[in-house]
């Protein structure tokens, strides 16, 4: 039996009780761009219900093209107005660069791979250049309040970084 399958049992007990559907759009009209590390429960951390805000996580939750995407898409077309960053005390992405990993990665498969790992150096600074990133892109352009924040992994506590 694998995790997939204890994780499919797991959805028969939520199904049970579910009380949807929700609605498409957001009630809160939040969307939260956080990183994909196993130890943040973003909707515990912020204590968002189902239904509330759009969460978008990638490794570092740096805003990439993609999360520009994302973003857009949220705001555009389903009526979000405000953005959340959120990044993280003891991130993997700030074990290495990415020169180094793709080094490794092209050694090993014989690819280069295309695409910017974005690993950084300090915490702080990426949740700025992420919101320079969402300033700048005239694709996300009706947000109402844009605020980054770091969790400490080791106290639950969010600390807000300011451009």
């Known amino acids: 039996m694998t995790v997939t399958d204890d994780y499919l049992a797991n959805n028969d007990t939520y199904a049970s009780t579910f009380t949807g559907p929700l609605p498409l759009p957001p009630s809160k009209h939040v969307a939260v761009v956080a ?4 130890r943040l429960d973003v909707y515990r951390i912020l204590g968002i219900h189902e239904g509330e805000a759009h969460v978008i996580r990638n490794a570092g939750g740096v805003v990439t093209d993609d999360t520009i995407r994302s973003l857009a898409i949220s705001q555009r077309l389903l009526g979000t107005q405000e953005i959340i960053l959120i990044h993280h005390t003891d991130c993997g992405m700030l074990t290495f660069t990415d020169d180094d990993f793709k080094r490794a990665i092209q050694e090993e498969t014989g690819l280069k791979p295309p695409w910017a790992a974005e690993a950084f150096g300090d915490l702080a600074e990426d949740v700025r250049q992420s919101m320079r990133r969402i300033e700048g892109s005239p694709f996300v352009t ?14 639950g506590k ?6």
């Open 158 to 163: 969010l600390s807000e970084v300011t451009l």
């Open 35 to 38: 990183c994909m590390d196993a």
């Open 142 to 155: 009706k947000h109402a309040s844009l605020r980054g924040f770091v969790f400490d992994v080791a106290t």
